[in-house]
């Protein structure tokens, strides 16, 4: 059996998808975006979390930390293991509701990915991911009920300042997808400090008949806590105000 490194399984989640979902946290991903909200699940090897202001100084560290002050982060896990903490919730899921593999980058552990949708879809379970679409595998997404991808920035280098890597290979995925008839929900962060090209991105993305929805979320510094724990420094992003998300009200759209 297929196994994966998971950071944390969420359950009755309503915001990653429609209706009550189960959302499992993939740890990987190849992006490196500076605002990430789940810095935890970038690198791909386990790490520990460390919040030192929750020692209490037992020296039992090998032992676990009881306190909160070593956090571990990734857990290998069997697609069976994952199956059946999914299946938790199956009698409440109704017509919309499903699991959403997420992360991190799902499709950085395919076969574990792909094994997961397989035994999901066989209990009837809507499986739903969420992507950068950094790569495209077309069997996997084939199988799938729903695709939520991000378009984070129009401007390639300004994407590559902030992710790491360059936008022109998801703007092909995003094509090669919209010709499969998946529905796509795409989304962008939005992020006050960064000349996104929201204008172009929207305008792009309704060209693209399968994409059924247009989102903009606020950036949220979720992230920050886990990155200082990580090690990691500090974003310097804020939060867009009201009256901002206003002003791009107009570049949302649903079909
Ligand atoms: S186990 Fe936790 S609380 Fe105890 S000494 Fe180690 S880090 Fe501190
Ligand atoms: S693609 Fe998502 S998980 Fe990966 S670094 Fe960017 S925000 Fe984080």
């Not at 993939?26 to 520990?48: R, T, V």
Request: hydrophobic content about 35%; charged content about 25%; overall charge negative.
């Amino acid at each position: 059996m297929i196994k994966g490194i998971v950071t944390d399984i969420q359950r009755a989640s309503v915001h990653d998808g429609p209706g009550l979902r189960t959302t499992v946290f993939f740890k990987g991903c190849p992006l490196h975006c500076d605002w990430c909200h789940n810095p935890e699940c970038i690198a791909f090897p386990p790490q520990i979390l460390a919040y030192p202001e929750k020692c209490i100084g037992c020296g039992m560290c090998e032992e676990g930390c009881f306190s909160g002050a070593k956090v571990p982060c990734g857990k290998e896990m069997s697609t069976d293991e994952v199956l059946s903490q999914i299946l938790l919730d199956k009698d409440y899921y109704g017509n919309e509701g499903g699991v959403t593999f997420s992360g991190g980058e799902p499709f950085s552990q395919p076969e574990f990915l792909s094994e997961l949708i397989d035994k999901s879809k066989a209990e009837g379970v809507h499986c739903a991911v969420e992507t950068s679409l950094i790569t495209y595998h077309e069997e996997i997404l084939k199988k799938l009920d729903l695709v939520m991808a991000d378009l984070k920035i129009w401007d390639d280098d300004l994407h590559k300042k902030h992710t790491g890597v360059s936008n022109k290979i998801i703007k092909e995925h995003f094509i090669k997808l919209n010709t499969l008839g998946i529905p796509i929900i795409a989304r962008t962060p939005v992020i006050p400090e960064i000349e996104q090209g929201i204008e172009e991105i929207s305008a792009f993305l309704h060209s693209l008949e399968n994409v059924i929805q247009y989102e903009l979320l606020p950036y949220h510094p979720l992230g920050e806590s886990k990155r200082v724990a990580l090690g990691q420094p500090k974003t310097e992003f804020t939060v867009p105000s009201k009256d901002y998300m206003k002003e791009l009200e107009h570049y949302v759209f649903v079909r």
